[in-house]
């Protein structure tokens, strides 16, 4: 079928402008790549990375603080021991969060334990949050830079905490610490 000149015209014309849209759209497109891409090698340029540390979900108002990777920043020679001090910080806070526990029980049975459970709470709250600032994150540090002066600060800080654990192992009364030995000794020796 045949058709008149003027439909032809408009349908060229039509055409021709859908196609100077859509090469305009690829020009635009082409131009936001190039952009993402230089702010992307920008950014590892300048060192910038995006924290990813504590790990939280992307709905959660707080964001992470810290950019941890072991793999990628730590040399291969100490990505295990610094693997190993990180679990040895989750360990440390599990111990406090069973500390509470322990304390929570005793308050249970016996209401004039309540500083025991109060300062167990304080514990919990605050050497989980200064144990991973002031000895975890130097150490990382350390080994990531290889760096004499976090290597000292963390054990300087590591150090005074095994001091103060020891203290608190001893067991001093209202102190917020109730350990299963001491329940298990005082038992023994009145049970």
């Known amino acids: 079928p045949a058709f008149p000149p003027l439909c032809q015209v408009t349908a060229a014309a039509a055409q021709a402008n859908l196609l100077r849209?859509?090469?305009?759209?690829?020009?635009?497109?082409?131009?936001?790549?190039?952009?993402?891409?230089?702010?992307?090698?920008?950014?590892?340029a300048a060192g910038v990375k995006e924290n990813n540390w504590p790990p939280l979900p992307k709905i959660c108002p707080i964001k992470p603080c810290f950019y941890q990777d072991i793999t990628g920043e730590i040399p291969i020679e100490f990505q295990r021991v610094c693997k190993m001090i990180y679990y040895l910080w989750m360990f440390h806070c599990v111990t406090l969060f069973l500390?509470?526990?322990?304390?929570?029980?005793?308050?249970?049975?016996?209401?004039?334990?309540?500083?025991?459970?109060?300062?167990?709470?304080?514990w919990l709250i605050l050497f989980s949050p200064c144990a991973f600032l002031c000895w975890y994150r130097p150490v990382y540090k350390a080994f990531r830079s290889d760096s004499s002066f976090n290597f000292f600060f963390f054990f300087f800080?590591?150090?005074?905490?095994?001091?103060?654990?020891?203290?608190?192992?001893?067991?001093?009364?209202?102190?917020?610490n109730r350990y299963v030995e001491k329940r298990l000794l005082q038992s023994a020796a009145f049970g």
């Open 21 to 44: 849209q859509q090469e305009e759209l690829e020009r635009k497109a082409a131009e936001l790549d190039r952009k993402e891409q230089e702010m992307q090698n920008k950014n590892l």
């Open 99 to 122: 500390n509470l526990l322990a304390c929570l029980a005793l308050f249970t049975t016996n209401s004039a334990k309540g500083v025991d459970f109060g300062l167990s709470i304080l």
């Open 157 to 176: 800080v590591f150090f005074f905490q095994l001091v103060v654990y020891i203290i608190q192992a001893v067991g001093i009364p209202n102190w917020g």
